[in-house]
């Protein structure tokens, strides 16, 4: 058996570094940074992306759109799906191997053993490999919350972005829409600029007094900017003027909105229709949504339908919902495994209508895996016609054998579609 690569042997350290409680704070990442002498302060132009649902897509189209533009780009994203490489895009490519062992080894080594999460200590060598290697623009995901997660660091980004505000990690963000908009908007800077994506009311209110008390200037959804798709195309207009763009290429309604915040921070940050066109045309972004074509799942799907998606709380299920009303007529079974802190029976609801069936399995690996048949119970619950399986394997053994022209849904986890996709990607 050949020997485990040197960052997996570092994080694995890095995990007993945790502290006793989770307390989100801010001090230990501050600590970290000030014994590297400040990563953070050099740092290429910072676009700053929070929000429940669609932070990653819309950076992934900005990330598209700067780099048709001949721009170098880093690129910050969590969690990993097959390896954890994936968070760290350096000037445009996955950082290697030796290159994270150095990182990781230089912050581990800095840190010296005091207390850290495991995300602090990743994202302070995130920082690190930014500030070390020359690009035109950074792009930060916020990873939980935003006021206090641990990328929200950076005195003076060039721009912030707040995709949609949902109930999510209430665990930590608070029970009401308003509290867990107040901890998103907390990545608002003083006279910086903030796109602002579709929001609920009460979302939107606490974002905009943010904006307003810090002297942000706002461009948001439905006040500055409006994108829709007319004809198959995508269509998005702002005080510059109006777009007639390629529909994105992630599939979903709700990729329309996620197009129009990325667009809109294009456009503020002096881009023209190449690079808007280009972020449309030439995104990618693994498990939203995406067909499944290599691998043995695939092999074992034989003829039916395979597709993949990541989404796991109650705004990610009715998008889901959405997208199956946009696909061609096709039984749907869902092959579903969720972590026990998320609302199960939130994101199922709107797959009801919708499905066939749902199996559901336990998430390989995962301590905070759901028991399958509490899924499955759950989801009886929620109105769908559930069972277990022992894997997603099995499960797709199982429906294709009683319906072989399935469209078959793997959902509810990112760190489900993470094991798929190192074997399926």
């Known amino acids: 058996m050949s020997a485990a690569p040197g960052s997996d042997v570092i994080l694995e350290r890095m995990m007993s570094l945790h502290p006793k409680v989770i307390d989100l704070t801010l001090d230990r990442v501050w600590r970290l940074l000030g014994a590297l002498d400040h990563p953070e302060q050099r740092l290429p132009p910072v676009i700053h992306v929070a929000g429940t649902n669609g932070k990653g897509s819309t950076q992934a189209m900005i990330r598209a759109g700067l780099e048709a533009a001949g721009q170098t780009v880093h690129a910050y994203t969590s969690p990993h799906l097959a390896r954890f490489h994936e968070r760290i895009r350096l000037a445009g490519d996955l950082i290697s191997e030796d290159h994270l062992t150095e990182v990781l080894d230089h912050c581990y080594a800095a840190n010296g053993g005091a207390p850290i999460t495991y995300f602090e200590i990743t994202t302070v060598a995130a920082l690190l490999a930014f500030a070390e290697t020359p690009a035109d623009w950074c792009l930060l995901e916020v990873g939980l919350g935003g006021r206090l997660d641990a990328t929200n660091v950076i005195d003076a980004p060039a721009l912030s972005i707040i995709t949609p505000v949902s109930i999510d990690h209430t665990q930590y963000l608070g029970e009401t829409l308003a509290e867990i908009a107040g901890e998103k908007a907390g990545i608002i800077k003083p006279g910086v600029p903030v796109v602002v994506g579709p929001q609920p009311e009460a979302a939107m209110a606490v974002i905009e007094a943010c904006a307003a008390r810090l002297g942000a200037p706002m461009i948001a ?28 290429a992630l599939i ?37 949504m995406q067909r499944l074509r290599q691998g043995p799942l695939v092999t074992a799907a034989g003829t039916a339908e ?120």
Not at 241 to 246: P, Q, S
């Open 221 to 248: 959804h439905g006040q500055h900017w409006q994108v829709w798709e007319e004809r198959g195309r995508l269509v998005f207009q702002d005080e510059t003027g109006l777009l007639d763009l390629v529909r994105p």
């Open 306 to 425: 395979l597709w993949l998606d990541g989404g796991h709380n109650p705004a990610a299920g009715e998008m889901l919902a959405l997208v199956l009303d946009g696909l061609a007529p096709r039984s749907t079974h869902l092959v579903c495994g969720m972590l026990s802190t998320k609302d199960v029976a939130g994101f199922m609801r709107p797959l009801a209508g919708r499905a066939t069936s749902l199996t559901a399995v336990s998430i390989p690996g995962e301590a905070a895996t759901l028991p399958a048949e509490e899924t499955a119970r759950i989801a009886r619950a929620a109105g769908l016609q559930a069972t277990t399986a022992a894997d997603v394997e099995t499960a797709i053994r199982a429906i294709v054998a009683e319906d072989p022209a399935a469209r078959i849904l793997i959902c509810g986890s990112l760190y489900l579609a993470g094991r798929v996709l190192r074997e399926n990607g």
């Open 252 to 288: 979903g309604p709700h990729q329309i909105q996620n197009a129009g915040a990325a667009l809109a921070a294009l456009r503020r940050l002096g881009f023209g229709e190449a690079a808007c066109e280009a972020a449309m045309r030439d995104v990618t972004w693994p498990a939203r």
